[in-house]
């Protein structure tokens, strides 16, 4: 039996059709955003826009509506739930992502988000992507 090797092919111009084209991340580390960014480009996400704030990111939702977003759950000082409320209402599929595990409390309207635990694999982010959300 032949051994499998995962191959990285880029993705076709048009993008892939089970990706959203264009994904905005909601984080305050650097280094974690980076590392997200990277992994959706190579997964043919066409557009990626990080930013590190509640404010930021309903700015950056007013200006243009994103196909899918990843919200870290704890920003400094604050939390993405206003995020969540407005993506919800622009029936904008996203999913938390945290470091704290099961013991980050999240609001019930949000209990039923599926959340992606720092670190994530690729294997689960690209999976959250491909599902949107649901």
Not at 24 to 45: H, K, N, Q, S, Y
Not at 118 to 134: F, I, N, T, V
């Amino acid at each position: 039996m032949q051994p499998t090797t995962s191959i990285m092919i880029p993705a076709s111009p048009g993008g892939s059709a089970a990706m959203p084209a264009d994904v905005l991340i909601v984080e305050d580390d650097p280094i974690i955003a980076i590392d997200f960014e990277d992994r959706l480009l190579g997964f043919g996400v066409r557009s990626v826009r990080t930013v590190g704030s509640v404010a930021q990111a309903l700015d950056a939702i007013a200006r243009r509506a994103p196909d899918f977003a990843l919200l870290d759950v704890s920003l400094i000082r604050e939390k993405s739930f206003a995020i969540a409320e407005r993506l919800a209402a622009l029936k904008i599929p996203f999913v938390f992502v945290t470091g704290y595990g099961a013991e980050t409390s999240i609001p019930a309207q949000f209990a039923a988000r599926p959340r992606l635990q720092k670190p994530c694999s690729s294997d689960a982010l690209e999976a959250a992507l491909q599902a949107r959300g649901a």
